[in-house]
């Protein structure tokens, strides 16, 4: 089952029908934890292990994308 996104109001990966959106972890520098914290507009939110945001809350210039495949020398 994929991972759900924590922002409010969003509702990727919810719908098993709907198409998966690819979701990141939270860094793990406090720096831009914290910088990611204050884009989210949540009360009282603790983050855990499986905290995720999804692809559609970052510009497209932010997101970096590796491809790999098996065997391949």
Same mark, same amino acid.
């Given at each position: 089952?994929?991972?759900?996104?924590?922002?409010?109001?969003?509702?990727?990966?919810?719908?098993?029908?709907?198409?998966?959106?690819?979701?990141?972890?939270?860094?793990?520098?406090?720096?831009? @934890?914290?910088?990611?914290?204050?884009?989210?507009?949540?009360?009282?939110?603790?983050?855990? @292990?499986?905290?995720?945001?999804?692809?559609?809350?970052?510009?497209?210039?932010?997101?970096?994308?590796?491809?790999?495949?098996?065997?391949?020398?």
């Amino acid at each position: 089952m994929p991972y759900k996104c924590c922002v409010p109001g969003c509702n990727s990966n919810y719908n098993s029908d709907a198409p998966h959106v690819s979701v990141y972890r939270f860094p793990t520098d406090k720096i831009r @934890q914290e910088l990611w914290l204050h884009k989210i507009p949540r009360e009282d939110f603790v983050l855990s @292990q499986h905290t995720r945001v999804c692809l559609l809350h970052f510009e497209e210039r932010f997101i970096k994308r590796y491809f790999e495949y098996p065997g391949a020398d």
